[in-house]
């Protein structure tokens, strides 16, 4: 995902020197990169975070951002990263950089994590499509290793079988948790025997599979694997996060308990808004950011969202996924009021000091006032 993150909320960053480098597919790579002693303490990370990796392509300065595929315990911290077309940043990135080079690496990002529960007997239900396994992958490590009673079900969707990508990892955690990890894959552009597994993962694909593979649950006869699922973990593009979360959320799993990442800008929301606001016209907006005041500034009304609505205009500020999953534009509501149609993102403590996601607000007053420098 191309970040488009400026100064205001900019993550530290360092040079590591890659380790290891291994082509995963035809348009995948993993990186290794070598922590030394003194940053150690700044890369520990969470499994299903990622880091920023900056460096520059074509006179650009270019911020893409690449989850973990290792976990916490391991001995490693290692990317994946696909391959976007033969022009593009990333093959750059495949093309000139090895082992033994520098490159400008963030603090570890994101909130893609669930709390581990090493005492408890839970079962876990991930999606990935193609590279959104990176965090999946690293989630699925650490709660084998995390949690010795879980149960976890991988649910993977390709276009063909040659692009399905750490299918060696995956086969060997499969041989080494018999009974405690099930992987599906599914193919969209390959012909499969079985038509359950041909095609996307999208809503219809998720009834079947909760229907025909999570129904029985030989650990209880009196419930469905389904039905005992306490967390649902996805990750792909911005489509398949909507369609599978509302899938899921359709056949009873509460919102807190599905957790996604995205890949991509989406531009869209994951639920569909329930709410009808009430019509404000001619909304003045004020902003702050890199320390420079803008007043004065006009929506002509609270139909659209308030970051849409300024990009539109042509204000530069921060952003990544426009959907509230990221945070890349989080910023303090210093006055006026508005309505968040997503705050999965956001923390008790973030919502109490003010801070919202102008990418999934609404206004709901005349004025507001938003201050995007955080540090
Ligand atoms: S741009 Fe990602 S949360 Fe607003």
């Known amino acids: 995902m191309e970040n488009q993150l400026t100064i205001a909320n900019q993550p530290q960053f360092h040079r590591l020197k890659i380790a290891k480098k291994r082509q995963l597919t035809k348009n995948a790579f993993a990186?290794?990169?070598?922590?030394?002693?003194?940053?150690k303490s700044k890369y520990q990370y969470m499994a299903g975070q990622f880091v920023t990796l900056k460096y520059h392509f074509n006179e650009k300065e270019i911020q893409n951002d690449y989850s973990f595929t290792s976990a916490p315990f391991e001995d490693k911290t290692e990317l994946a990263i696909k391959i976007n077309g033969e022009k593009s940043?990333?093959?750059?990135?495949?093309?000139?950089?090895?082992?033994?080079?520098?490159?400008?690496?963030?603090?570890?990002?994101?909130?893609?994590?669930?709390?581990?529960?090493?005492?408890?007997?839970?079962?876990?239900?991930?999606?990935?499509?193609?590279?959104?396994?990176?965090?999946?992958?690293s989630h699925i490590k650490n709660i084998l290793f995390e949690e010795k009673s879980t149960r976890i079900f991988l649910f993977y969707g390709n276009k063909s079988y040659e692009d399905i990508i750490l299918k060696d990892e995956l086969e060997l955690l499969l041989k080494d948790n018999v009974g405690r990890l099930e992987v599906y894959y599914f193919l969209s552009q390959e012909p499969v025997k079985d038509k359950l597994f041909q095609g996307r993962l999208d809503e219809k694909k998720i009834s079947l599979i909760i229907n025909q593979i999570l129904h029985l649950d030989e650990d209880d006869e009196e419930s469905t694997i389904w039905d005992s699922t306490d967390k649902v973990l996805i990750c792909g593009p911005g489509t398949m996060i909507k369609s599978v979360a509302n899938a899921c959320y359709n056949h009873g799993i509460p919102k807190k308990n599905i957790h996604f990442e995205l890949f991509e800008?989406?531009?869209?929301?994951?639920?569909?808004t329930e709410k009808e606001f009430p019509l404000i016209e001619n909304v003045n907006v004020k902003i702050k950011f890199n320390h420079i005041e803008k007043d004065g500034i006009v929506l002509k009304n609270n139909e659209r969202k308030i970051l849409q609505q300024l990009l539109d205009m042509g204000y530069k500020l921060p952003y990544s996924c426009k959907s509230g999953i990221c945070g890349s534009c989080l910023c303090y509501l210093k006055n006026g009021e508005v309505d968040m149609t997503e705050d999965e993102y956001l923390t008790e403590k973030e919502k109490l000091q003010g801070k919202i996601l102008p990418c999934v607000s609404i206004a709901m007053s005349k004025d507001v006032y938003l201050d995007f420098d955080l540090y």
């Not at 990169?33 to 003194?38: A, K, Q, T, V």
């Not at 994101?110 to 990935?128: L, M």
């Not at 800008?265 to 994951?270: G, K, Y």
């Open 31 to 39: 990186l290794e990169l070598e922590i030394p002693e003194e940053l």
């Open 265 to 272: 800008t989406f531009n869209d929301d994951i639920y569909p």
């Open 89 to 137: 940043s990333t093959n750059f990135l495949f093309q000139n950089y090895h082992i033994g080079n520098e490159i400008s690496v963030s603090e570890p990002l994101g909130r893609f994590f669930i709390p581990s529960k090493p005492n408890e007997k839970r079962t876990i239900i991930a999606f990935a499509a193609g590279i959104g396994i990176t965090p999946i992958i």
